[in-house]
């Protein structure tokens, strides 16, 4: 999908904020990573919208997760929010709160034309969380309550779609409506689920929150390593990531020398996917050849993370220390 189109359907400034900080550390580039404020949204009971001629109106084929053969009748026109289950699947249900993994086609009902897809034909899905204070409220209303292995239309007004999220780069007017084509492909893991290994003296100590798996780190009084480190913290027993793999993950980020958080994908109560080859070097060595299901700790020196000319906080003596989990990898 389109970057743009994906970081809109997300609602509030400070998720795009954060998407920016990964955006910079997927790049390797000098770009200001800031610290993660902690989400203290909470999700909404699920609306359950119903079926209208307007949802019912755009034609749907095709299989679950292929490329949808979409016809809108254009221009088509609602004041109202409105969903249509084209399929409707028997797996766990994507309540409120959920974190999911989805296939999304976006289209301008006014013209028919396509915003963007993302998720299908073996493409890499996108994770969401079912939650309009940290995604837009149309895709909220598209997924939730519905049960995995489902396909759904939702049609809706501009501004009930995208809330107060800024669509000027979508070249949509408060006028329009859109379309959103949506096949709910998973529920996501949250936290590494694999078998706990004994710790390896020298690094870090790690200790997860019960509920949430954020790790505490506690960085031992030593000189950090010249070489990146890495180390199993649980051993899964998934699909083995490759270089190139787009890989879900949670992770946190800490510098050795003070043990301040610098990101943390658990703060912003999301998870978070890229590709291994866009990420710093010791990070991409954290992720590859690991299993799905895995909790990794690597301690990355300047030389495999920002280099010389540091970024933000970071400064370019700075080593980094990350605890990933790691939930899926697609390729």
Do not use: H
Request: with cysteine; glycine share 8%.
């Amino acid at each position: 999908m389109d970057a743009a189109v994906w970081l809109i359907v997300r609602r509030s400034l400070s998720v795009l904020t954060a998407a920016l900080v990964v955006a910079g550390l997927a790049a390797c580039s000098s770009s200001t990573p800031a610290p993660s404020a902690s989400s203290t949204a909470k999700a909404a009971s699920c609306e359950n919208v119903k079926s209208g001629s307007a949802s019912d109106s755009v034609k749907v084929s095709g299989d679950f997760l292929k490329t949808p053969a979409v016809t809108v009748p254009a221009p088509l026109k609602t004041n109202d929010t409105e969903r249509t289950v084209v399929i409707k699947g028997t797996g766990a249900e994507a309540k409120a709160g959920s974190s999911i993994d989805i296939a999304l086609a976006a289209y301008n009902g006014t013209t028919g034309k396509a915003l963007s897809t993302v998720g299908f034909d073996g493409q890499a899905t996108q994770n969401m969380k079912v939650d309009d204070k940290t995604f837009v409220p149309g895709l909220v209303r598209a997924v939730e309550c519905l049960p995995v292995g489902s396909r759904v239309v939702l049609t809706a007004p501009v501004a009930a779609a995208f809330g107060k999220a800024d669509i000027s780069q979508l070249k949509l007017t408060d006028k329009d409506t859109v379309v959103f084509i949506a096949d709910i492909a998973d529920i996501a893991q949250t936290k590494a689920n694999g078998t706990p290994v004994a710790p390896t003296p020298g690094f870090p100590t790690v200790k997860d929150d019960a509920k949430t798996g954020e790790p505490t780190i506690t960085i031992p009084k030593a000189d950090p390593p010249t070489e990146t480190k890495i180390a199993v913290l649980k051993q899964g027993d998934g699909e083995v990531v490759q270089s190139g793999d787009t890989v879900t993950l949670q992770y946190k980020g800490v510098l050795w020398r003070n043990g301040q958080m610098f990101d943390s994908s658990w703060s912003r109560g999301e998870v978070a996917s890229f590709q291994t080859t866009q990420v710093v070097k010791g990070f991409q060595k954290a992720l590859e050849g690991q299993k799905v299901g895995s909790q990794v700790i690597a301690i990355v020196p300047p030389a495999d993370g920002y280099g010389s000319a540091g970024s933000g906080e970071i400064k370019a003596t700075d080593t980094m220390v990350f605890v990933v989990d790691i939930l899926k990898t697609t390729r």
